[in-house]
């Protein structure tokens, strides 16, 4: 009964809520439900918050891309974060800084980490503009992004909107990568569609309304949940706006892939167990999005050797039938030695790789999970690699 249990969550999880989103968002549009700013109305100034560690590679295209918007330049400033630069980073800087005085300010500081970085600048410079917008060095703007990005702040119900990010041709990604990718910034903008309540940013690139950000904890590392989930819990929409495209520069391998998902597993528990207690009513449409979405996702993998084990005295004890569990174990191992062979052989099959990486997937959620219980002592972080 636990194992069954615990697949039809999963099931509602990843199959149900986000058909049920699909259902809701169904012939409908940001603009049937909020207000938009034209382009040649006034619009509203905007910050643009980078924090930056070593970043030489990327960011003279990073700082072209902004400055090559179309958004009015008197109404854009941008307030970099230098997080202990050991390279060349400054002197890029400096030049865009004498090339456009108005436009830019920094910091300097010693290693204290991305979220940190960001309450940082937050804390110096944002006092004027209307509009804050996070960025990383690596995801570089379209002319019209900053528009698309500012234009539904028109409607006082918004409080935060996401970008769609799109892969460089060049990028180094696993294919099952770039599906799970896809299938998430689709449902993320079904629930902004229909509720208001999309989970999670895209870290890379994104905007809120400066007077609603909340101060990331000391040592958190998935900043961009944390911001967007403040925002919501003030009674404002968070949505994506699919025109908002930016680009982003990747190059990974499955170790640094991995990696990076352990970490970001890491952060999600610190928010699943901060904002837990923050929840005040449970049946809202934010706390349901962010149940099915999220809080299932981080928990159900932790859950699985318990309730598999529980499940076997169920069978053993009580005389409960066996298939379920026989299946089961039957899946999981098979799909690892599928995939074992297939990769000794050269050979390829679409829904192995799916069904391996999901795993995969899953255990850097539990690997991370054990190392929130470890205590997070640093939120300092590896930049992912530049080319």
């Known amino acids: ?11 509602s999880s990843y199959f149900i ?18 207000l938009s700013y034209e382009e040649n109305d006034d ?24 400055f090559r918007s179309n958004y009015d330049l008197t109404k854009i400033k941008v307030y970099l974060g230098l997080d202990n630069c050991s390279d060349n980073s400054l002197q890029i800087v400096q030049d865009f800084q004498n090339k456009y005085p108005d436009n830019i300010l920094y910091i300097e500081n010693e290693r204290i980490g991305k979220p940190q970085m960001l309450n940082l600048l937050m804390q110096e410079f944002s006092h004027q503009e209307e509009i804050s917008i996070f960025t990383d060095a ?8 900053l528009y698309e990005l500012v234009k539904y702040f028109k409607s006082e119900e918004i409080g935060l909107v996401d970008s769609r990010f799109v892969l460089s041709e060049d990028i180094v990604i696993n294919e099952m990568e770039s599906d799970y990718i896809g299938f998430e910034q689709a449902l993320k903008y079904n629930e902004g569609v229909a509720w208001g309540t999309m989970q999670g940013p895209f870290g890379g690139c994104f905007a809120i309304r400066t007077q609603l950000y909340h101060p990331i904890p000391e040592n958190f590392l998935v900043d961009d949940f944390f911001i967007s989930m403040a925002v919501m819990l003030q009674a404002r929409d968070a949505v994506t706006n699919p025109k908002a495209r930016v680009i982003e520069e990747v190059y990974t391998n499955w170790n640094d892939e991995y990696q ?21 009513k449970p049946f809202t449409k934010l706390t349901v999005s962010w149940f099915f979405h999220k809080v299932l996702r981080w928990t159900l993998p932790i859950l699985f050797i318990p309730v598999l084990i529980l ?12 298939c379920l569990f026989a299946i089961t174990l039957s899946l999981i191992l098979g799909v690892v030695v599928l995939l074992y062979f297939l990769q000794r052989l050269n ?12 795993i995969y997937m899953n255990l850097a959620l539990v690997q991370g999970f054990i190392v929130y219980l470890k205590g997070v002592k640093s939120n300092v972080w590896k930049p992912t690699r530049r080319e």
Do not use: C
């Open 17 to 34: 809520y986000p058909y049920w989103m699909k259902i809701l968002a169904r012939k409908k549009q940001l603009s049937h439900n909020y």
């Open 1 to 11: 009964m636990l194992l069954l249990i615990w697949w039809i969550l999963l099931f």
């Open 43 to 66: 619009l509203p100034s905007v910050a643009i918050m980078m924090p930056l560690h070593n970043e030489e590679k990327v960011l003279r295209k990073k700082l072209e891309s902004i």
């Open 347 to 358: 050979l390829q099959n679409k829904t192995i790789e799916r069904l391996s990486y999901f």
């Open 138 to 145: 690596n995801v570089f703007l379209l002319k019209d992004t």
């Open 260 to 280: 990076r998902k352990k970490r970001i597993s890491v952060g999600n528990y610190q928010n699943l167990f901060y904002f837990i207690k923050k929840i005040n």
């Open 311 to 322: 499940s076997g005295l169920e069978i053993f004890v009580l005389k409960e039938p066996y």
